[in-house]
């Protein structure tokens, strides 16, 4: 099934601990994104790639780093997390890079930073 | 610069009764629009996008959509609503990049 898969779901943990969402696609798609959902501001780009080792600054980077090393996988890495980033975080992909493209989206990860 | 405005946070309804969620946009430039559905505690899925061509666009579970460049709305419709259709919807639009601004969601709930 084509799907794009994050882990994990849900996340609890403490400010300034480093952690790492992971988000993989089996489409072979080029493009891949995250965004950040927030209730009335609906869903900013965090970064994306548009294909491996390329990556730039979406809407919201500030605090976050991502890398593409493998076509499949787009990691979220929070360096150091502060309750500002509680939020709901989707990763997406897309066959070509070109506005014509729908995305395909994940579950979600609801993380909490305390 | 573009951007989307989806006029109504919320909008209740009863089942069986038609529906419209509004969204207006703007944008120098020719766009692409898209509406994405998100049921609770699931991530978004298509339900329709308007490339170029007719301007009336139908989607899955019976949505449609009407561009009007005039206007700058892609209003999104369905004649009958049912229970399951509860959900959030997302208005959002794209140009030649790779950029895709989202609305702020119109949260859709039907009662019977």
């Known amino acids: 099934e084509a799907q794009v898969t994050q ?3 849900y996340l609890i943990t403490v400010t300034g601990k480093k952690l790492t969402v992971t988000c993989s696609q089996n489409m072979n798609h080029e493009y891949m994104s995250w965004y950040r959902q927030d209730p009335g501001l609906g869903l900013r780009q965090i970064y994306y790639s548009m294909n491996v080792e390329v990556t730039d600054k979406g809407d919201v980077p500030e605090g976050y780093k991502v890398s ?3 076509k499949r996988n787009f990691p979220l890495i929070l360096e150091s997390p502060s309750p500002n980033q509680t939020s709901l975080y989707f990763c997406a992909s897309r066959l ?3 506005g014509g493209y729908g995305y395909t989206f994940g579950s979600g990860t609801r993380l909490t930073v305390v | 610069a573009q951007s989307v405005t989806q006029l109504d946070s919320q909008v209740p309804v009863f089942e ?7 969204c207006n946009y703007s944008s120098s430039v020719s766009v692409y629009l898209f509406w994405y559905v998100q049921y609770p505690n699931q991530g978004l899925q ?5 490339l170029s061509g007719s301007t009336l666009v139908k989607g899955i579970n019976g949505f449609e959509a009407e561009f009007n460049k005039s206007q700058t709305s892609f209003h999104l419709r369905k004649p009958s609503v049912h229970i399951s259709d509860t959900a959030e919807y997302f208005c959002a639009v794209s140009d030649n990049t790779d950029k895709l601004i989202f609305g702020t969601g119109t949260r859709l709930q039907v009662f019977p």
Request: without cysteine; positive net charge.
């Open chain 2, 16 to 22: 069986e009764a038609p529906v419209e969620l509004r």
């Open chain 1, 68 to 70: 593409r090393k493998e």
């Open chain 2, 46 to 50: 298509l339900l329709l996008k308007y």
């Open chain 1, 7 to 9: 882990n994990p779901r």
């Open chain 1, 96 to 98: 070509e890079t070109g």
